[in-house]
């Protein structure tokens, strides 16, 4: 009874979650598609199975009771969404061809009665995919040159493939069982239900306290954003400027976006890796952030406060107020600090201080340690 009930409220938790994830007002340029047929397939499944169950109805509507051979279809979809989450890509053309493999052997399970030769070719054709998933997995986790987006969003998304990895690898081990064993399939799958449940309200869970999952980078970039301290108004959420004719196209090429892109932009503010190695232009961002460069000076356009170019000097400044907090010219001087922040001299790093701050390096690196 009480598993049957947790059943009932994993269906709703998940049916739930898909509709948070399909009426995002805040456009995300990562949703995980697949993510969603998962969250569907799950919710649907312990719904029906316990208002049977629970004695609501005595007509069983579980699409896998009626049609187990659906289960098939299942697997491809979890590898494709190791693969959305991993490669962040949408390949419609060469997705649609993971499901022409199961649905020949849909074909070949009606018309051969040996159901043996049907289970191992379950068998083998599930491990072979869970076999993808691991390669995909590695490849993830030893990937070379990531960007500092990836990088802010790695550990997450390196939990979740963890999670999910082990909620796949028990799915396939128990349909496998499921489809060897003597017992009736019906109750074997009402098992499954019921105790799979106790994972997945787990999962749900974890999804709530980590809303980059069900929200995407979005949520994630802006949480980073709504903690780390803004010491200049930079951005604007609307344009600041009517937008000329010849910049239109870009526009509602972007438009749904602009919002994203700024968020990464200021994580990219926030880096000290990125910071010391080179300047914030329309070139490296554009690099860093995987989008052509005429989108990126049509944010600063538009969008910006500052030219490109005083706003990367006013990252540097941002920067160095950051060393300086942290105890920087307790150990090197003015100079090194400029060096560090990567101004050309001492004298430009001194004069695009004062203009952004008010006062010179030195006065503010005494009044800190006053106050301190």
């Not at 509709?19 to 919710?43: A, W």
């Not at 080179?278 to 690099?287: C, H, I, R, V, W």
């Amino acid at each position: 009874m009480f598993l049957d009930v947790v059943s009932l409220l994993v269906g709703f938790l998940c049916l739930f979650v898909v509709l948070l994830m399909i009426f995002n007002q805040k456009p995300n340029r990562k949703t995980n598609g697949y993510l969603i047929t998962i969250l569907v397939v799950v919710g649907l499944q312990r719904f029906l199975y316990a208002i049977e169950a629970l004695g609501l109805t005595n007509i069983t509507y579980s699409p896998l009771k009626i049609k187990p051979l659906l289960a098939f279809y299942i697997v491809p979809v979890y590898y494709l969404f190791f693969r959305r989450l991993i490669d962040g890509k949408r390949d419609f053309k060469k997705e649609v061809l993971h499901f022409i493999f199961p649905s020949l052997l849909i074909l070949f399970s009606i018309i051969n009665t040996d159901y043996a030769i049907n289970h191992l070719f379950y068998l083998g054709y599930s491990v072979l995919y869970f076999v993808f998933i691991l390669v995909s997995i590695k490849k993830f986790i030893h990937r070379k040159n990531p960007s500092i987006i990836d990088k802010t969003s790695y550990q997450s998304i390196k939990s979740w493939l963890f999670i999910m990895t082990i909620m796949t690898l028990l799915l396939i081990i128990y349909s496998n069982c499921l489809a060897f064993q003597d017992l009736t399939y019906q109750m074997n799958l009402d098992d499954f239900y019921r105790y799979s449940s106790l994972v997945w309200f787990s999962l749900v869970l974890y999804m709530f306290k980590n809303p980059v999952i069900i929200f995407g980078e979005h949520a994630l970039l802006k949480n980073i954003h709504l903690n780390a301290p803004q010491d200049f108004e930079t951005w604007s959420r609307k344009p600041l400027k009517l937008v000329n004719d010849k910049d239109r196209k870009v526009y509602n090429t972007i438009l749904n976006r602009v919002e994203s892109i700024i968020l990464e932009i200021q994580t990219l503010q926030k880096s000290p890796d990125l910071l010391s190695q080179t300047s914030l232009t329309t070139e490296t961002l554009a690099k860093e952030l995987k989008i052509p460069k005429r989108h990126i000076d049509f944010i600063f356009k538009y969008y910006c406060h500052y030219s490109i170019n005083d706003f990367s000097n006013l990252v540097k400044v941002n920067y160095a107020l950051s060393l300086i907090k942290g105890g920087y010219l307790d150990k090197f001087t003015v100079d090194s600090l400029g060096k560090k922040c990567l101004f050309n001299s001492r004298f430009t790093f001194s004069k695009n201080f004062k203009k952004f701050v008010g006062v010179s390096v030195s006065d503010f690196g005494n009044s800190h340690n006053a106050l301190a």
